[in-house]
């Protein structure tokens, strides 16, 4: 909850979501379960708010903003999922999105790139619900059927938050579906050829609207009831969220955000600008029904935040994630040990599903503090890789980079990642700027009106700067290492891999 005068952050509450891994290189969530966690938070922000004396009917729009390509199918007679979550990293759709290729001319992966702004790829929506119709009966019944409802994870929440099975607004927002590769970027409507490329039938879909308006209002599910009937009225994908949040509304100001993923959009105004050098071209927000719409480049990078993750629950060398910080604190190096953690292939700049994770130049001398360096330098070289596509596109190199997300709170991951740039990381006192993207754009909504999206309106944030500490050879020298690791990380998977029940 924040202040819509100052943006100061009120109140708020967090829960982490479990992810499931039924097979290898599968990711799931549980709909329910993400639901549950959402009200879990109101009701604990809400009584935050009540010991701070604050009156929650203060509370005057709520903000949504989620992970962006995840994908859920539901029955709208029931309000039951219908299967899980496939998450955006997921990797299933390896065979459906080579089924796909051999249909278009010369398997260009970029076929729909000036319509979508995106390559055929595992990670958007189009591929994952094109699964889900290819092997779950229980979905292709209820689609014949007429009940099926698809959505991102925007439009799950809404459609449950405003009555669900009893008249659930069924929508999104032009940032998440232009992240589902059915979406035509410049009309701004569902594409009807894409539609038909994916075999995806349009009644299924959601009705798209701008990232600030309201949606419908709250069924309240509170003890204390207090959140019945206040809009919804802002919707934005968690990058788009985080680049309003970071205030970035001019052309060529650029924000990174350190969570799961990686993820450096650059604002290019109402221009769609495309890439020449392996970036996606995506919708940035449309900040209200009769405003323009505004476009972004984008650097996806799959792994950053999980690979700590992973160090934690997968390799057990650490108990919590805020330890991964010392144990590279301890030694400043990773003494020549290099980290792909290509997990779910390589995204941006690459396109790379064959690439998988490598830990190269081992040596006796390297033990666990080393591994858990180069996991956060591995951080750092991706953002460095994209950082220089963008620059490449745009023509203008950026001078500084603002950065928000979990991992930020990451000092050491901080310093190193102006060091690898040679250029000041600039990082906001409140990282929280993804939730506040989405309060901002609730609040500014026509009929709420509480929050000017001005410039000169705009308080400005207190921020926390990092300078580069080392020379840029010696930056260059690590860098070009960390693309030799690359090279060696790809072609290791093939679809033509024996069958030994793993691979699907």
């Not at 499931?20 to 379960?33: A, I, M, R, S, T």
Request: net charge neutral; glycine share 8%; aromatic share 8%.
């Amino acid at each position: 909850v924040f202040n819509a005068k100052t943006a100061e952050l009120l109140s708020h509450h967090q829960v982490e979501i479990q992810q499931k891994f039924p097979k290898e290189g599968w990711v799931e969530q549980d709909p329910k379960e993400i639901l549950k966690s959402v009200h879990e938070c109101v009701e604990r922000t809400c009584e935050k708010l009540q010991q701070l004396n604050i009156d929650i009917t203060n509370i005057k729009a709520i903000g949504v903003s989620n992970q962006r390509e995840t994908t859920v199918v539901w029955d709208k007679t029931t309000g039951e999922p219908l299967y899980n979550t496939i998450v955006w990293l997921d990797l299933r759709t390896q065979s459906t999105v080579e089924r796909l290729l051999k249909r278009i001319p010369g398997k260009n992966k970029a076929y729909f790139k000036f319509r979508t702004g995106l390559p055929l790829s595992t990670y958007f929506s189009a591929v994952k619900l094109r699964w889900l119709l290819d092997n779950v009966e229980e979905i292709r019944q209820a689609v014949n059927d007429g009940r099926a409802m698809f959505g991102t994870i925007d439009s799950w929440l809404i459609w449950s938050l405003t009555g669900g099975k009893n008249g659930g607004v069924h929508c999104t927002d032009v940032t998440n579906a232009s992240r589902t590769m059915l979406f035509n970027i410049h009309s701004l409507e569902w594409d009807p050829e894409l539609c038909q490329f994916f075999d995806i039938p349009v009644e299924i879909l959601p009705k798209v609207r701008s990232s600030s308006e309201i949606y419908g209002l709250m069924v309240c599910f509170l003890k204390s009831g207090a959140l019945t009937g206040v809009p919804i009225s802002g919707c934005l994908g968690d990058q788009s969220a985080a680049l309003v949040g970071q205030m970035c509304f001019q052309d060529g100001q650029a924000k990174n955000t350190y969570g799961t993923g990686c993820f450096l959009l650059c604002n290019t105004g109402q221009k769609s600008v495309f890439s020449e050098h392996g970036l996606l071209t995506t919708i940035a927000y449309k900040l209200g029904r009769d405003k323009p719409v505004c476009y972004a480049l984008e650097g996806s990078v799959a792994i950053a935040g999980a690979v700590v993750r992973w160090l934690r629950d997968n390799l057990g060398i650490v108990k919590t994630s805020q330890e991964v910080e010392k144990l590279a604190a301890e030694v400043g190096t990773s003494y020549g040990c290099y980290f792909v953690p290509a997990f779910s292939g390589l995204y941006a700049p690459y396109w790379e599903p064959s690439a998988r994770g490598i830990i190269c130049g081992l040596t006796q001398f390297t033990n666990k503090n080393h591994i858990a360096f180069a996991a956060l330098e591995a951080v750092c070289f991706q953002t460095r890789e994209i950082l220089d596509a963008i620059n490449k596109d745009c023509g203008i190199p950026l001078n500084q980079l603002q950065v928000d997300g979990g991992m930020t709170n990451n000092k050491v991951l901080m310093q190193l990642q102006s060091d690898i740039l040679c250029i000041p990381v600039v990082k906001p006192s409140m990282p929280e700027t993804t939730a506040l993207g989405a309060a901002m754009a609730a609040g500014a909504a026509e009929g709420v009106g509480i929050w000017s999206l001005n410039p000169g309106d705009l308080t400005a944030v207190t921020c926390e700067r990092f300078e580069p500490q080392i020379n840029p050879e010696e930056s260059e020298f690590r860098y070009a290492r960390w693309k030799k690791a690359v090279m060696k990380s790809m072609g290791w998977e093939t679809s033509e891999a024996p069958s030994n029940g793993k691979s699907e």
